[in-house]
T-cell receptor, first 115, second 115 residues
Framework: KQEVTQIPAALSVPEGENLVLNCSFT??????LQWFRQDPGKGLTSLLL?????REQTSGRLNASLDKSSGRSTLYIAASQPGDSATYLC??????????????FGQGTILTVHP | EPEVTQTPSHQVTQMGQEVILRCVPI?????FYWYRQILGQKVEFLVS????????KSEIFDDQFSVERPDGSNFTLKIRSTKLEDSAMYFC?????????????FGPGTRLTVL
């Protein structure tokens, strides 16, 4: 059974810092990995999707990397801003014939960027 | 930009009552999902739906739950007899089903409160 863990559980940084969020998963047989952002009481916004064959994916100030064999992904946020404050979720889609895109989520990292 | 919509945003019901949560997936998507998030816990997969039938369901998705695509646009989750522990945020998601990407897009959620 796939388990996804995110470290740290919470992170507080001053504006302008570069930061790294970590995600690990127990079963390396995945199709892809998605990073989401969740604002309090809101839905999930997809930030980046990395295919299992890719090593990294970039969108603006965000860069996500994937090391499938070791079961790890990182989300790098450059030059953080107060508007980046949110919970960041990592989710994996398992490979395998019985999976139709079910995502398994980590518990999230709560990020606070203070001015 | 196309988005997944959900109604209502908040539903309050009495224990034992039936509720129907509604979702309108992105129009050209083929795969549909329901997830839930109990306050303070991980986002959990409930069910996936493709070609008018359930393709996968979790152990949470017991006989009290059902899903339906009653027309070409709506996708519903019905809970027949709600329990206190069904109180959660319920998210609908959709994807285009492409096995290379299958990026899932989430709606804003319905907060279900069972009293």
């Amino acid at each position: 059974k796939q388990e996804v863990t995110q470290i740290p559980a919470a992170l507080s940084v001053p504006e302008g810092e570069n930061l790294v969020l970590n995600c690990s998963f127990t079963d390396s047989a995945i199709y892809n990995l998605q990073w989401f952002r969740q604002d309090p009481g809101k839905g999930l916004t997809s930030l980046l999707l990395i295919q299992s064959s890719q090593r990294e994916q970039t969108s603006g100030r965000l860069n996500a990397s994937l090391d499938k064999s070791s079961g790890r992904s990182t989300l790098y946020i450059a030059a953080s801003q107060p508007g980046d404050s949110a919970t960041y979720l990592c989710a994996v889609r398992d490979a395998g014939g019985t999976s139709y895109g079910k995502l398994t989520f980590g518990q999230g990292t709560i990020l606070t960027v203070h001015p | 930009e196309p988005e997944v919509t959900q109604t209502p945003s908040h539903q309050v019901t009495q224990m034992g009552q039936e509720v129907i949560l509604r979702c309108v997936p992105i129009s050209n998507h083929l795969y549909f999902y329901w997830y839930r998030q109990i306050l303070g816990q991980k986002v959990e997969f409930l069910v996936s739906f493709y070609n008018n039938e359930i393709s996968e369901k979790s152990e949470i998705f017991d006989d009290q739950f059902s899903v339906e695509r009653p027309d070409g646009s709506n996708f519903t989750l019905k809970i027949r007899s709600t329990k206190l522990e069904d109180s959660a945020m319920y998210f609908c998601a959709s994807s285009d089903g492409g096995r290379r990407t299958n990026e899932q897009f989430f709606g804003p959620g319905t907060r279900l409160t069972v009293l």
